[in-house]
């Protein structure tokens, strides 16, 4: 580590243009922090050459593995470590968005956050356009951090009380120079109206909105910083079922016209239908079936997926649901089975499940699955 560090202090001086040398000197000139002008100074600064990958994709996510310490006992002796991911692979490809599913504790919401750097990694790779996020220099990852969003669950709790909504949407607009200074408030009302806001509200406070016009505002507060990939953590589970369909049609009309990439964690299976071109399955931390949405839900393949998603409500009082009951609760993530961590809850489960890992595997075009029943 100390070897980059000087590395890069070695390397910077010779490849800064004009303009960061000047800003470096302390003028008052903005750093160019447009993705291109990033990834050439990532190239030279950090002294490491981006990583070769597929030009197609966003985020490139290998073998990632998050394990938190458990403290114990007066003195906080490790007691062991919860494996909330443990080494989940995949690609999503520009301007489409993946779905991610599970029932609560699987790590989903654990995989958004080490993808945008909010947790650090245990083990693997993250690529954000080629860039190794959890290897950046802290000054690049800051300027990186507009191009790579979240947008939380809870509109309530994720908007400060004491700010108007021009300043929610506008402090990071001028952090990161986003527009310059003489075109900050009409940019700030353009990008409220393009998420159903009215401009004349944004000397408004939080608490003056409802639900939905919330998390309009975290939203807005998001395409405004102009980002390329979207984490968004269970946006609608707090909302009414008719303010949902609002907020899915924005994000999906804001993915058209910006070209957004969104990664979208839920454990609403019909939202998750109705917004993603892909699907990701997690159980217990691990990545069990992943493939085309038009795949995953006409043709489940992993007996997880297929019990998950017969649970998914059928609005026709004709047609009889044959609903597969899993058996027992959801192991903990600190002392996860052996072999398949699904097998004592699996109605296929077979001799080797208990003592060998599935890997994931591609049986079919783009469709991927870690079970035994497809070695
Ligand atoms: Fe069930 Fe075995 Fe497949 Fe695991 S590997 S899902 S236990 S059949």
Redesign the pocket.
């Given at each position: 580590m100390m070897a980059e560090e000087k590395k890069t202090d070695e390397m910077a001086p010779s490849t800064m243009t004009a303009q960061e040398s000047t800003a470096g000197e302390g003028a008052n000139v903005p750093m160019d922090n447009s993705l291109e002008a990033l990834q050439a100074r990532i190239r030279y600064v950090d002294g490491l050459p981006r990583e070769p990958h597929d030009e197609q994709n966003v985020i490139e996510v290998s073998h990632l593995m998050k394990y938190f310490p458990i403290k114990v006992g007066l003195f906080s002796r490790l007691g062991g470590y919860v494996r909330a991911v443990d080494d989940v692979s995949f690609n999503i490809k520009r301007g489409t968005t993946m779905g991610l599913v599970g029932e609560s504790g699987c790590g989903k919401t654990t995989v958004g956050k080490t993808i945008l750097r909010l947790n650090d990694k245990t083990a693997g790779q993250i690529l954000f356009n080629g860039i190794d996020i959890h290897r950046l220099p802290h000054e690049e990852l800051r300027r990186l951090r507009p191009k790579i969003q979240m947008i939380f669950q809870d509109p309530y709790s994720s908007l400060s009380p004491r700010f108007p909504v021009n300043e929610i949407i506008g402090e990071a607009v001028r952090e990161h120079h986003i527009v310059p200074n003489a075109e900050f408030d009409d940019y700030i009302d353009q990008v409220m109206l393009s998420c159903g806001l009215q401009p004349y509200h944004k000397d408004r406070y939080p608490h003056e909105f409802s639900g939905g016009q919330r998390q309009r505002i975290c939203i807005a507060r998001s395409i405004a910083l102009k980002p390329d990939f979207i984490v968004c953590d269970e946006p609608v589970s707090a909302l009414d079922v008719s303010i949902q369909a609002q907020i899915i049609n924005l994000l999906m009309d804001l993915q058209n016209e910006l070209g957004l990439t969104y990664l979208f964690i839920s454990h609403d299976l019909s939202v998750v239908e109705h917004i993603s071109d892909t699907i990701g399955v997690m159980y217990l931390g691990n990545l069990?079936e992943h493939g085309s949405k038009k795949e995953i839900f006409s043709r489940p393949l992993?007996?997880?997926t297929e019990a998950l998603f017969s649970s998914i409500p059928v609005p026709d009082p004709d047609v009889k649901m044959s609903r597969v009951i899993l058996e027992g609760s959801i192991p903990s993530p600190a002392n996860p089975p052996s072999?398949?961590?699904?097998?004592t809850r699996?109605?296929?489960?077979?001799a080797?499940?208990?003592e060998s890992v599935?890997e994931l595997k591609e049986v079919e075009t783009g469709h991927f699955v870690?079970?035994?029943?497809y070695d």
């Open positions: 069990v992993h007996p997880y072999g398949c961590k699904f097998h699996c109605s296929k489960c077979m080797c499940c208990s599935p870690a079970c035994h029943l």
